[in-house]
């Protein structure tokens, strides 16, 4: 087992793309545990990411039993949209019973905060940060690697896992109230960073939603885009 695992790691390194490519292949057919080990090959096939390795310094956690005294730092990586989906997993790290520091996209700090009360929460900031004595460092995606999920049912969170504080729902509420007889609301966001390596294969042009929400009258919509896209509906 260690020789294989030391094979693999190798493979990793030498030939990122590749293993990046098996990596998606193993998660499409839902082999996690392959798939998620993998996974680490994003860091290496691109720059982009490889800027993103925050806490260097510190030790990295990979799933191995944790010494007494330990904590984890948990950074996010990757876009808003990435820490989104990847924090479900973070209700399960906190059963492991270690304090946690989770630094995350500035802009979704509150909703963590909010979210997961007994984790500490702060902004991610650009480069390298020092991190605390006694941390280990786990990025936000290799949590399921490191939590050893491999069947499907342990992908399955208690809904919802995300939840707002009080005052975003007061401002909310008063700014959409609640009306009986009222549509089905949704929100829209069809555009991410124009900057994104593969945002064509990410974003709409705004004229695929506005067909959209023409075919669908009794729903009301709301455009939740954000940045230079938001300009599209003027």
Request: aromatic share 10%.
């Amino acid at each position: 087992a260690a020789a294989a695992a030391a094979w693999e790691r190798e493979f990793v390194l030498r030939q990122p793309e590749l293993a990046w490519n098996q990596a998606l292949a193993a998660l499409g057919r839902r082999d996690w545990e392959s798939g998620w080990r993998l996974y680490e090959a994003r860091f290496f096939r691109a720059p982009r990411l490889a800027v993103g390795r925050h806490f260097t310094a510190l030790p990295r956690w990979h799933g191995q039993p944790l010494p007494a005294g330990a904590r984890l730092r948990v950074w996010g990586e990757q876009g808003a949209g990435d820490q989104i989906q990847f924090a479900r997993f973070l209700p399960a790290l906190r059963a492991l019973g270690v304090p946690l520091t989770l630094a995350c996209h500035y802009g979704l700090a509150p909703l963590f905060a909010a979210s997961f009360g007994d984790v500490a929460v702060e902004p991610l900031k650009r480069g390298e940060q020092a991190g605390l004595p006694g941390e280990l460092a786990v990025p936000l995606c290799d949590l399921p690697a490191c939590l050893g999920l491999k069947a499907s049912t342990d992908y399955y969170v208690p809904a919802p896992y995300l939840t707002p504080s009080r005052a975003a729902r007061e401002r909310w509420a008063a700014r959409l109230p609640a009306a009986p007889g009222r549509p089905a609301r949704v929100g829209l966001v069809w555009a991410g960073a124009g900057t994104h390596v593969a945002d064509a294969l990410r974003s709409l042009p705004f004229e695929a939603i506005a067909r959209l929400v023409a075919v669908h009258p009794e729903i009301e919509f709301h455009s939740l885009q954000v940045g230079p896209h938001a300009d599209d509906l003027v």
